[in-house]
């Protein structure tokens, strides 16, 4: 089986590619009849899944790998362990799964760069759901010690009270770009006069 374009993949960081990737390998693989099991990198495809908030289907990819290589393969279960916490919407306990994570050399690049979107990600769920929250709040699910988490929310112009060890949160000023494109606008003017007139 060609896996050029999955090693392509890897070493571009194109991480967000790996599952499609993988999924096709595997359909190429079963169509072509080729037993590859054994062999196959289920902790890259499940991370790939992660990586691409697709937690449904790395559920199912889940279920699908042999109870062998489950128990053969104790990273294939600790990157589940992340699943897992993603699934049941665990936030500390993906920080907290992602800092137990013993993985080998090329699965390290991908858990890092997951740690670092997870975190974007929880930063972003923050400034939508959040005018003010606690320090320890933030740190919970930012996936720091409050110390971190205060300085990390501070650079990105939040607010400290220190009183009340509360964070005022700075929304984003979100800039949408109007294109006024000519043929709108003389749509929208023969509609205006037709109903005028």
């Not at 699934?87 to 306990?93: E, I, K, M, Q």
């Given at each position: 089986m060609d896996t050029s374009l999955l090693n392509e993949a890897l070493a571009s960081n194109s991480y967000d590619k790996i599952a499609d990737i993988c999924d096709n390998l595997i359909l190429q693989g079963a169509a072509e009849g080729i037993d590859f099991q054994d062999d196959w990198p289920y902790a890259i495809h499940l991370l790939g899944h992660i990586y691409n908030n697709d937690i449904n289907s790395a559920r199912f990819l889940w279920k699908k790998i042999p109870a062998a290589i489950k128990e053969a393969r104790p990273?294939?279960?600790?990157?589940?362990?992340?699943?897992?916490?993603?699934?049941?919407?665990?936030?500390?306990?993906?920080?907290?799964?992602?800092?137990?994570f013993n993985s080998s050399p090329e699965v390290q690049p991908i858990v890092a760069s997951f740690a670092e979107l997870y975190k974007k990600r929880m930063f972003e769920l923050l400034l939508s759901a959040y005018s003010t929250i606690s320090i320890q709040d933030a740190a919970h699910f930012l996936g720091m010690n409050e110390n971190d988490a205060t300085n990390y929310v501070l650079q990105q112009g939040w607010v400290l009270d220190s009183a009340s060890q509360m964070l005022t949160v700075k929304k984003q000023a979100v800039i949408t770009e109007q294109k006024l494109d000519p043929s709108k606008l003389q749509r929208l003017t023969e509609y205006v006069f037709h109903l005028e007139h």
């Open positions: 990273e294939v279960v600790a990157v589940w362990k992340i699943g897992q916490k993603l699934w049941t919407r665990d936030y500390a306990g993906v920080h907290e799964a992602i800092r137990e």
